[in-house]
């Protein structure tokens, strides 16, 4: 998904800033992980990365789109 810069600067800049950083360090080591040890992950670990991952983005969009909405209702 498409959000604005002013909305994606809003949400850090908000009270949900912690949690998206959080969102980020967590979805990057994951990543990470699938990237550099692809090798020893079973297949339902990588699995579980990657639903944890996707989570993390619908957690992410939410609290982002919440700000996008608020400047389609200024504008």
Do not use: C, P
Request: hydrophobic share 35%; aromatic share 6%; net charge negative.
């Amino acid at each position: 998904m498409q959000y604005s810069r002013r909305a994606v600067w809003l949400a850090v800049n908000s009270e949900y800033g912690d949690r998206l950083t959080e969102i980020t360090r967590e979805h990057a080591a994951l990543a990470k992980s699938l990237i550099m040890d692809r090798v020893s992950l079973s297949d339902s670990d990588r699995e579980v990365y990657a639903s944890r991952i996707e989570q993390m983005r619908l957690e992410r969009d939410g609290i982002i789109q919440r700000f996008e909405d608020q400047q389609g209702n200024r504008q």
